[in-house]
Structures are given as structure tokens and as C-alpha cells.
């Protein structure tokens, strides 16, 4: 069964920083593109990041551009968002999601809250 | 960056009827788009790909229509956990973006 499980976020305040993890379990990770998506209070979703099979190709919103930093450990199976000058509007649930392909996502983590707020 | 908006907003059916749920892009995104389920409180599920490809382990009861900028999610007879919301996505054009939601109430 695929599981993807968040963890890593709380409560930061505006300028801070944040690292969220994602650990995987089955389905052999290091062969899946994954993505980040968020999800504002009384918001829809919104695509954050990508990252390919082995991490050597990442793409962003423009609104987390040389803020956020996606990784990933194929070892450890886990996928990892970086998190630096938080604003309040990155206030949201974050997913973890796996890319089925093309950028459809075919499963989704439960969710991390991240509140940005001083 | 392509708006993808749905329509409508709330939805009421009675059990067992039909839902008919509308997701229109700004532009043209081909046959990429896809649908999706949300509980409150659980994952997103994956419903729909390719405007009309049903996921693995997908009910018959949801079947998806439409290509360029007009899309359908028809839901053929609601039960009772299909009252929740339901995002449509683009994975055309960077960035992939999301329509706002519909939610599917009880009548």
C-alpha cells in the first residue's frame, strides 16, 4: 500500500523557516517524480514544487521561488521541502503527492499545517 | 498561467441522483486535465486522468468528459461518501494550476 506520511510542521514567524519532510513507503520511490502541494485556509490547492526521480531537476511556483527548496533522499526514501522567508501567506496544509506521470498526481499524503504568523 | 475555474460552487443533489459538476480553463489544455476527490481531513483521491480516464480502483458511477477548454465529472448516482469536494487540474501548461472546488452537499 502507498503511504505517504508528512511531518515538520508548526507554528513560525514571518521571516522563519521551516523544513518539511515526506516519508515514503510502498512503491519503489527512487523510480517517481514527486511534487509539494499546498492548500490555504478556505483555499483550493496550489501546486508548489517538483522534483524528478533522482533530484537532479526541480521546478517552483513563482510565488516560492528562491524561497523554498525541494530535495529528496532516495536512500531514505523521503522527500524534503525546505522553508525560508515565510510569509503569511504560505499559511497551509502542505501535501506530499506522487507523480503517476506528466504531473498527475495519483497519491496524496495526508497533510502538514504550516502557520506563518508572528 | 491558465485559470481553471469550476462551476458551480455547491451542488445540491439527493442521494442517488445525478451530479453534474462543470471545470473550464482560460486556454485550451488538450485532453490534460484531471479530477479529484477531497474529504475533509483525509488525502485528495485521484478520480480522473486524461479528461476521461478513470484511476485505478475507481467506481463505473464517475466518468469524466470534455477536451480544450470545457470539461464535465458527471457522477452517475451519489452515495452517501460522495458528498465532499472535487477539484479539476490542469497539466498542460506551466504552472499546473487547480480549479477552486465544488462541493457536492445533500439536498
Known amino acids: 500500500e502507498v503511504q505517504l506520511v508528512e511531518s515538520g510542521g508548526g507554528l513560525v514567524q514571518p521571516g522563519g523557516s521551516l523544513r518539511l519532510s515526506c516519508a515514503a513507503s510502498g512503491f519503489t520511490f527512487s523510480k517517481y517524480w514527486m511534487h509539494w502541494v499546498r492548500q490555504g485556509p478556505g483555499q483550493g490547492l496550489v501546486w508548489v514544487s517538483r522534483?524528478?526521480?533522482?533530484?537532479?531537476?526541480?521546478n517552483y511556483a513563482d510565488s516560492v521561488k528562491g524561497r523554498f527548496t525541494i530535495s529528496r533522499d532516495n536512500a531514505k526514501k523521503s522527500l524534503y521541502l525546505q522553508m525560508n522567508s515565510l510569509r503569511a501567506e504560505d499559511t497551509a496544509v502542505y501535501y506530499c503527492?506522487?507523480?503517476?506521470?506528466?504531473?498527475?498526481?495519483?497519491?496524496w499524503g495526508q497533510g502538514t499545517l504550516v502557520t506563518v504568523s508572528s | 498561467e491558465i485559470v481553471m475555474t469550476q462551476s458551480p460552487d455547491t451542488l445540491s443533489v439527493s442521494l442517488g441522483e445525478r451530479a453534474t459538476l462543470s471545470c473550464r480553463a482560460s486556454?485550451?489544455?488538450?485532453?490534460?486535465l484531471a479530477w479529484y476527490q477531497h474529504k475533509p481531513g483525509q488525502a485528495p483521491r485521484l478520480l480522473i486522468y486524461g479528461a476521461s480516464t478513470r484511476a485505478t480502483g475507481i467506481p463505473a458511477r464517475f466518468s469524466g468528459s470534455g477536451s480544450g477548454t470545457e470539461f464535465t465529472l458527471t457522477i452517475s448516482s451519489l452515495q452517501s461518501e460522495d458528498f465532499v469536494v472535487y477539484y479539476c487540474?490542469?497539466?498542460?501548461?506551466?504552472?499546473?494550476?487547480f480549479g477552486q472546488g465544488t462541493k457536492v452537499e445533500i439536498k
Open positions: 503527492t506522487r507523480d503517476l506521470w506528466g504531473d498527475i498526481i495519483d497519491y
Open positions: 522534483i524528478n526521480s533522482d533530484g537532479s531537476s526541480t
Open positions: 486556454q485550451s489544455v488538450s485532453s490534460n
Open positions: 487540474q490542469q497539466y498542460n501548461n506551466w504552472p499546473r494550476t
